[in-house]
């Protein structure tokens, strides 16, 4: 570490047996006072001896104004159960990296996006998350792309409104984009908002939905406490995420657990719900609503689609994938910890791809109490079946370390 040069050792582990194929990875990476001063005068090297695409961010200094946490962006290719080790090391004893292929535009009307193998496009004042979504020049979305729709708890369909797009990075590795607005029915705005943050990856078709719903009235707390139907809060029967195809739905690949079949049918109505945590608990009394009755139903989570329910397509706790195919290729879906995060559901309904992150199948409506906050990623793949093997490998990430010397 003398005259600041450095090498930090990067432990990458493959954990569930799948290849990965530039898979995004992120992690924090500390450094003593005075070591790094400039954070772009790095690199990294690969399990090759060669220099990789990077990115970094610096999280916090010191008083001196050195480098105290350092958040790096990688992409790893790695082989199943592989282990790697990568170094992060200073510029001075080592080449610079690749140059990236990823390029973000900001006009007055959009924010664009070409990661080199797929084109995003944000409409400023639009009711989209994602307007345009191409793979090749082609288009993947109709008109509608990806759209955010609550269902109040009279049953009164409200669509999302944009009000701002924010890029707050756009490096060699990553681009992610703030997307922030609320809900209109009827020409008035709902007293509840959200903000997505969209993270997309050079040279990739996988890209990730931090979608965060906030409800930003102030709670009464009668008697100090923070009961279940407080005058603050916001109820809900319904929030999905709708993914509107451009070309016809040929059939749907699906997988609930990531050691299940993998299931292959038509078109029509589908469904996955997780209602509960399918633990030995799943009916506790902790799960009720303001009237003090059960949220949930039944333990675990069912499937139903136009065919009734395959084989084995029941159980306690999902971690499903699913894929729309379509003549441009696979549209995928997958939520991060789904049966975590109950009630959940994947839809396939008149060829669109919801994923209900409040969904309208469980006991009762939602409550966001005021001042609450919820978060939910979801994962998304575009373009070939292997999208799709990717998508299934990233329900159990990478794990990746500063190796402890």
């Not at 690749?98 to 924010?111: A, F, G, I, K, N």
Request: aromatic fraction near 6%.
């Amino acid at each position: 570490m003398a005259s600041g040069e450095f090498s930090v050792g990067i432990d990458i582990e493959e954990p569930s047996g799948l290849p990965r194929n530039n898979e995004p990875v992120r992690i924090g990476a500390p450094f003593p006072r005075g070591l790094l001063i400039e954070h772009t005068a790095l690199t990294v090297i690969g399990s090759s001896g060669e220099p990789v695409a990077h990115q970094t961010k610096v999280l916090g200094q010191w008083s001196d104004g050195s480098v105290k946490w350092l958040l790096l962006d990688l992409q790893v290719t790695l082989g199943a159960n592989a282990r790697e080790t990568w170094f992060l090391q200073s510029l001075k004893s080592a080449v610079a990296p690749p140059d990236s292929v990823l390029t973000v535009r900001d006009t007055r009307e959009e924010v664009a996006i070409d990661t080199g193998h797929t084109q995003f496009s944000i409409e400023k004042a639009g009711n989209a998350l994602v307007s345009r979504i191409a793979v090749n020049g082609k288009e993947i979305l109709d008109e509608t792309g990806i759209a955010v729709r609550l269902t109040d708890e009279f049953g009164q369909s409200c669509e999302g409104a944009i009000d701002d797009v924010r890029i707050e990075d756009a490096g060699p590795v990553r681009a992610t984009l703030a997307v922030s607005g609320g809900f209109r029915a009827n020409g008035k705005r709902l007293p509840i908002t959200f903000k997505a943050r969209i993270s997309l990856y050079a040279s990739s078709g996988l890209f990730e939905l931090d979608f965060g719903l906030r409800n930003p009235m102030a709670a009464a707390h009668p008697g100090n406490l923070w009961d279940l139907g407080d005058i603050g809060s916001f109820c809900f029967n319904d929030l999905t995420v709708a993914l509107h195809p451009k070309s016809d739905v040929l059939g749907l690949l699906w997988q609930a657990e990531a050691e299940s079949e993998l299931h292959q049918q038509g078109s029509g109505p589908w469904s996955l719900y997780q209602d509960s945590s399918g633990g030995e608990s799943w009916n506790s009394g902790n799960h009720v609503g303001a009237d003090g009755r059960l949220t949930v139903k039944f333990r675990g989570y069912r499937v139903c689609s136009e065919t009734g329910s395959a084989a084995g397509s029941n159980g306690l706790r999902a971690s499903p994938v699913v894929a729309a195919e379509t003549e441009l290729g696979l549209l995928a879906v997958a939520v991060d910890k789904f049966w975590q995060n109950f009630p959940k559901a994947l839809r396939c309904q008149d060829g669109v791809l919801g994923i209900a992150l409040f969904p309208d199948e469980s006991e009762g409506c939602h409550e966001l109490q005021g001042g609450e906050r919820k978060r939910h990623l979801i994962r998304c793949a575009l373009g070939s079946s292997q999208e799709m093997k990717d998508l299934q490998a990233m329900r159990e990430p990478v794990r990746v370390a500063i190796a402890p010397d």
